[in-house]
């Protein structure tokens, strides 16, 4: 009897964030730190419509199934774009917290549930906040909580985000790139749009149809901008040979892709996702720019790690602009760090309110 008090006692802390993002889906557990970092990627079945395998095993099938298979990602530009594909991974990501914290998911399905906190855009609609919600307490969350992308980076990233003074977050990962101003413990302003990472992807495979008649998949073009990929030119040109389907024969052919090339097929996409930046500094309050001028802008999440993104931003905008330690982490230790202390983020939203 004294057991089953003690792993009741222990239930009712059980703490879960999760960074739900467009490529990769980070989970948080209290007392455990990050317990999961995988693709985001389901692998359905056609018949029954069963989830095959999810995260990293289902990536591996990407482009490579049968007919019986489906492997997809339910996430588009930041938001849910297939529900019950994301809810089911969702089960699957919280009862693998559950285990990771000494609790099987069959006992946490009957005892009691998890408290649930997911990351979201800023810029995302009530439509799809709501969707977020109802997927994450269908999942198996007891409450389910919502914190907006760029303040849940700011405070991962360190940022003293309650300080009344300036500071500027950028959170770009596979699906939305954010901009936010944030003070006194709240987003002043914002900005979203939907490009990021999955875009840089698309525009190196549209470029690589254009110029050399070759059809390439999603992972080989995010090899290509993670090996030789750069915002700017850079001095020493590289190489990389790429296979892919020939457009004209379709047949496997291999051709090499320069640095400079890669360089030139995402410059459209970086100019986007820089409008947003600047969309934000324009409406900054002048005393809030001038913090910012100061401190900076801070980088985070995946897309910030593209070669030279921080000077590409800085030439384009005229502010200083660096990555911050561990950008893919950010998120989900920001959002693990309000869940930790989620009495007084209720009464700071409610005072805001």
Sequence with gaps: ????FKMRNFL????????????????????????????TVVATSVDDNKVVAVGIEAKKMLGRTPESLIANRPMRDGVIADYQVTEAMLRYFISAACNAGGVTGKVMSHILRPDVMVCVPAGCTQVERRAALDATLSAGAAHAYLIDE???AAIGAEVPVSAPSGHMIIDSGGGSTEAAVISLGGVVVHKSVRVAGTKLDEAIIAFMKKKHNLIIGDTTAEDIKIKIGSAIKLPKEEKLEISGRDLVFGLPRTVTVTSTQVTEAIRSTLQLMVGAVKAVLEDTPPELAADIIDKGIIMSGGTSLLRNLDRFLTEETGVPAHVADEPLLCVVRGTGLVLENIELWKRSVTTKG
């Design 1 to 4: 009897m004294q057991n089953v």
């Design 12 to 39: 009712v802390k059980q703490k879960i964030a999760i960074d739900l993002g467009t490529a990769n889906t980070l989970v948080w557990v209290l007392g455990q730190g990050i317990v999961a970092n995988e693709p």
């Design 150 to 152: 760029p303040l849940a």
